[in-house]
């Protein structure tokens, strides 16, 4: 535990996860972790919102301006993802239809949910092959960046992965060590899915590209993370676990893989030498 954590230790002993230490802070309500009061509504119960113009404006902004920072950026397996899922660049998808492309390609689903869910909440679904997403959109002061979840970033960042085989196994398996782990071991997975979903790179023969969530839904992210103010290290998993981080900044270190078979043995083979799964 580094001098960070140990002013934050919650009432089982368990180190703060970053969202925890940030809400203590009283930085953002929407980033305060609640806990699903019963089965989130999944697959094609979920209704789709009477969203506003605006919110379809906010939508087709966000949309525009990502997908052209895509190319020679975002990985081929990201890049298949947004084709796959069809997403309409002029109105706010349907979670029900996306759910089915998902269901369709990895056998995964969606869940509606209202906002950044408690860690044990997340880890039941993602261990079920059921990915939670928020159906509301972050406001026009925030088209660079928010460190609250939002339907942007759930959506754009996150689906188009869980279309690859490998990555989606991966996060599955994520969520089922997750399930298990206690004290040292749920801050050591926090920073694997931050370094690895939420900001990681990866090494292709045409050069390094991005395939974290919280990079690709983010501009700044986007072309802060392939510039050289980010020192980047060769994933290994006893490397990230030791990177603490911050979500309120631009990342300075991140990780790159060689592949998604190789994110997904080493994690299997570091979460078995654990005993978490
Ligand atoms: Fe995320």
């Known amino acids: 535990m580094n001098a960070v954590e140990s002013d ?3 009432a089982d002993a368990s180190p703060l996860s970053a969202y925890e230490k940030a809400a203590l802070g009283g930085n953002d309500p929407r980033c305060i972790p609640q806990h699903l009061d019963g089965p989130p509504p999944m697959c094609s119960e979920i209704v789709y919102p009477n969203y506003t113009e ?11 301006r990502q997908i052209e920072l895509l190319p020679n950026r975002a990985c081929e ?22 759910s089915n492309v998902l269901e369709a390609q990895t056998d995964w689903c969606i869940a509606r949910i209202p906002g950044l869910l408690h860690e044990q909440d997340f880890f039941k679904l993602l261990a079920e092959r059921v990915f939670p997403s928020t159906d509301y959109i972050r406001g026009k002061d925030e088209m660079g960046y928010t460190p ?24 599955q398996l994520f969520g089922k060590a997750a ?11 926090e920073r694997f899915h931050w370094f690895t979903v939420e900001f990681g790179l990866i090494e292709t023969p ?16 986007v072309m802060h993370s392939l510039s050289d103010d980010v020192v980047v290290y060769p994933f290994s998993p006893e490397r990230v676990i030791n990177q603490d981080y911050d979500v309120w900044h631009l990342q300075p270190i991140l990780f ?10 080493g994690f299997r083979d570091w979460t078995r030498l654990r005993g978490l799964l």
């Open 8 to 10: 934050f230790v919650s």
């Open 54 to 64: 605006e919110e379809h404006q906010i939508w087709q902004t966000l949309y525009r």
């Open 77 to 98: 397996e990201f890049l298949r993802g947004v084709e796959m899922l069809k997403l309409n660049p002029n109105k706010i998808p349907s979670l029900a239809e996306l």
């Open 148 to 171: 609250a979840p939002d339907l942007f970033h759930d959506i754009f960042g996150h689906m188009p992965m869980l279309t690859n085989k490998d990555f989606a196994d991966f996060y």
């Open 179 to 189: 399930l298990n782990a206690k004290g040292s071991d749920r801050t050591a997975l």
């Open 206 to 221: 045409n050069g390094r590209r991005i395939y974290g969530a919280g990079t690709l839904s983010s501009a700044t992210e």
């Open 256 to 265: 790159a893989i060689e592949s998604f078979e190789e994110l997904k043995q």
